[in-house]
């Protein structure tokens, strides 16, 4: 499967979860709930020619930090589930987003795809 092909998969698996809407790329104006992968890096798998991306995905949180991790609670395993057929989940953490409006809260999920 392609980059943009799998960029496409990602934002499906991530308009499936309620309250998410997956984007290919990030929207200009980010709500909370928008979602959207982001190539992090692509690394050689060990003793083969095939190359492994390493995507960040993010999902905007609400701005409120309690109404955040309180979603965060709710819907930390809804999100590696909906991912499962697309990528393989590494990690999950809260993170902030630098955007021209100020941080916004969200969770990056790091998972890997072929």
Not at 39 to 64: C, K, M, N
Request: charged letters at 25%; one cysteine or more.
């Amino acid at each position: 499967m392609s980059l943009p092909e799998k960029r496409l998969e990602l934002a499906e698996s991530l308009s499936t979860i309620e309250d998410v809407t997956g984007y290919e790329y990030r929207p200009r104006v980010i709500k909370p709930g928008d979602a959207w992968p982001l190539i992090a890096r692509y690394d050689f798998a060990e003793g083969q020619s095939v190359l492994q991306a390493t995507w960040h995905v993010f999902v905007a949180l609400p701005s409120d930090e309690r109404v955040a991790s309180d979603w965060i609670d709710r819907m930390v395993c809804e999100v590696p589930e909906a991912l499962r057929d697309a990528v393989f989940v590494d990690t999950i953490e809260p993170v902030t987003i630098q955007t021209s409006g100020g941080d916004l809260f969200a969770l990056q999920i790091t998972a890997r795809s072929e």
